[in-house]
Nanobody
Framework: QVQLVEAGGGYVQAGGSRRLFCAAS????????IGWFRQAPGKEREIVAA????????YYADSVKGRFTISRDNAKNTVYLQMNSLKAEDTAVYYC????????????????WGQGTQVTVSS
């Protein structure tokens, strides 16, 4: 089992940047696929980005391609989400999640979740 804690959320103006952190612990963390998801009020949880355990594979939702970058430092057991050129529609609670198989974009495939961190983008 992997335990996850997110940090780095807050308020940011449109066009600005924010870096989210996902601190992971547990025996399987270094071989886990990690995904960042987000959920805005009244909307379903959606994937933002995901990264394989060896960093060879990444996935980005179309809405964030070219603006967000996912990376990980396995020595620090931390996964990052660098968010640039933020828009009001990026406002949501951001969650990191882990699973032991290949990257998928479906939330139900991920079996470990953090508590989430709020990102609010003011226009």
């Amino acid at each position: 089992q992997v335990q996850l804690v997110e940090a780095g959320g807050g308020y940011v103006q449109a066009g600005g940047s924010r870096r989210l952190f996902c601190a992971a612990s547990g025996l399987a963390v270094r071989v886990a696929t990690i995904g960042w998801f987000r959920q805005a009020p009244g909307k379903e949880r959606e994937i933002v980005a995901a990264i394989s355990w060896n960093e060879i594979s990444t996935y980005y939702a179309d809405s964030v391609k070219g603006r967000f970058t996912i990376s990980r430092d396995n020595a620090k057991n931390t996964v990052y989400l660098q968010m640039n050129s933020l828009k009001a529609e990026d406002t949501a609670v951001y969650y990191c999640a882990a699973q032991k198989f290949s990257i998928t974009s479906t939330a139900r495939d991920y079996d470990s979740w953090g508590q989430g961190t709020q990102v609010t983008v003011s226009s």
